[in-house]
Each structure stands twice: as C-alpha cells, then as structure tokens.
C-alpha cells in the first residue's frame, strides 16, 4: 500500500487552496471597506496576507514558494489576484472534472481525519495495516482507468475505511461536500466500511 497522493498532487492542491483563501481574505476585505481597492491596493493586501501564512504549519510545504512569491511582487505592475485566479483555474463558465474534484475529496479527507489516504490493489490490501489506528485506503489496480482522459469518471470507484463511527461520518460527509458525487455502502461491520463512489 502506498500514500494515494503524490508530493507533487499535495503541493499542487496545497497552493489551490492557498489561492483560494487569498481570495476569499480579498473579497472579505473588500465587503468590509465597502469598496474595490486599486491594483496597488490588493498587492499589499495579498503581501501582508502571504507573510503570515508562511510561518503557518498548515502551508508549511509552500514556506519558500510563498516568499518567492512576496518577493516577486514588489512591483506595483505584478497582479497576484490574477495569479491566484488562475492557480485555481477559474473560469466564470467552467467546472470542476470529476477527476479534480475527486483529488479534492481525498485531500478534505485526509485533512478531516489527520491521515494519509491509501492506494492498493484489492487483493493486495493489508488490513491490519497500522493496527489500532484509523486508515482509508482507496482499492483500484489501476486508477487512471477510473477516468477518461478528459477527467470523466468512467467506472466507480471503492473505499475501504477502517475508523470508529465518528470517523466514517466525517468521511461520508466529505463525499457529500462535492456535487458530482454519490456514494453506496457494499460492507460495513464493527470495524470496516466499504463504499463506492459513484460519478
């Protein structure tokens, strides 16, 4: 069994969401003041915002992306928002694939349950793997075959959970958070949950 996300997929995801939070501290900032702030304006904002956020442990792995970043927008020409806008690839007419959107559930989860979601092979899963600690591993041989090459979910995917009740709420409450997808329960007994998730 090996973690499901690579270093790559993290970081990648990590700076969506940093992104994302600086747009939304933008927006909120702007509702409070009552009005739109200059291009100037907004790169002090964004300045001020990202120094903080690169002493926090939560964007610990994006420490020297984010001071790369404050020091290469210390020109008034440099537009962070729509640097940002594009690192969460938004388009006012487009939407997530479900491929996307999958990532994100897997990190939501892992950041929900404090742990690393799993890939393996069904036949290969060890169940007692970290005995006495919650795991969620997703069972696929292959996951690219899960999806089309446009980011499509072509065929289900399945689940295994090893958690106490708490837990596997939170992790059906995930799947519930993205739009695209819906879940159906295969196993569950005292110890594991087994579900699909359906595109």
Request: hydrophobic share 45%.
């Amino acid at each position: 069994m090996k973690p499901l996300l690579s270093p790559q997929e993290r970081t990648h995801l990590l700076l969506k969401e940093l992104a994302l939070s600086a747009l939304l501290h933008l927006e909120f900032h702007q509702l409070d003041k009552g009005r739109k702030l200059t291009l100037a304006d907004k790169n002090t904002l964004f300045r001020l915002w990202l120094k903080k956020q690169s002493s926090s442990a939560r964007y610990k792995l994006l420490k020297k992306k984010i001071k790369v970043l404050v020091a290469h927008s210390q020109g008034n020409n440099y537009n962070l928002e729509k640097l940002f806008l594009e690192l969460i690839n938004f388009d006012e007419g487009s939407e997530l694939t479900a491929l996307e959107e999958y990532l994100l559930l897997v990190r939501s989860i892992e950041k929900d349950l404090g742990l690393t979601v799993l890939l393996s092979s069904p036949q290969k899963v060890e169940l007692d793997f970290a005995e006495g600690k919650n795991f969620v591993c997703v069972l696929a041989t292959d996951l690219n075959a899960h999806f089309s090459a446009n980011g499509q979910m072509v065929a289900p995917i399945t689940f295994l959970v090893r958690a106490g009740v708490t837990e596997r709420s939170s992790v059906l409450s995930n799947v519930y958070k993205f739009g695209q997808f819906s879940h159906s329960v295969l196993y569950e007994d005292s110890d594991f949950l087994r579900f699909e998730l359906i595109g």
